[in-house]
């Protein structure tokens, strides 16, 4: 059998550790889980990793990752308001959820594992850094694009736009309503939207 590349072998068992974080939780991915789940013996993965704790620390980092790249901006038209560019990235988002529930669980419980474990904190602020960092050039191109500045600093704007976001996906996890998806996702664009004026 061909040596597998460490950096292929330590993207495997990250997907590995994805799956199983997804379809059964945080507390079920142990390093054992993980090896059989990629089909690699423990001595693989500790060819790879160093720990358990290490692995779990760099799939927060790919999750991260994959999250910024899958949120894709609507273009705005000619003439939308500031509001309407709101709705239809707040919509896009989620439909991102939609399309995978089990990744959006599996972020919450790894920001939760990344709270509770030492040491592991920096993670989650790592994660909320990239998070806000996102939703600050999302919301200067938007504010740019409909000829709006806003009311505050555009850090706090982007804070309190993934303080929403944070409530829909919870909402929508639970509920299963698209329903009342939209409702949220009507208010979230006019509370934002309430924090621009012309420019």
Do not use: C
């Not at 980092?61 to 003439?79: F, K, M, N, T």
């Amino acid at each position: 059998m061909p040596r597998i590349p460490t950096a292929e072998r330590r993207n495997a068992l990250i997907q590995a550790a994805l799956r199983v974080v997804a379809q059964r939780g945080v507390a079920a991915a142990t390093t054992r889980a993980i090896v059989a789940e990629a089909g690699m013996s423990l001595a693989s993965f500790h060819y790879a990793f160093a720990s358990h704790d290490e692995l779990m620390a760099e799939l927060i980092r790919e999750i991260v990752a994959q999250e910024e790249s899958s949120v894709v901006l609507p273009h705005p038209s000619e003439g939308a308001t500031v509001r309407e560019v709101l709705r239809a990235s707040i919509q896009s988002y989620l439909v991102s959820i939609q399309a995978d529930p089990q990744r959006e669980k599996a972020m919450f419980e790894l920001t939760h594992y990344a709270l509770r474990t030492p040491a592991g904190e920096h993670l989650a602020r790592m994660q909320y850094e990239h998070y806000y960092a996102l939703a600050s050039t999302a919301l200067a191109a938007g504010a740019e694009a409909t000829n709006v500045v806003w009311d505050r600093p555009v850090e706090e704007v982007a804070r309190i736009l993934i303080a929403l976001t944070d409530g829909l996906t919870l909402a929508w996890l639970v509920n299963r309503d698209d329903a009342a998806a939209a409702s949220l996702i009507d208010f979230a664009a006019d509370a934002v939207a309430g924090l621009a004026r012309p420019a």
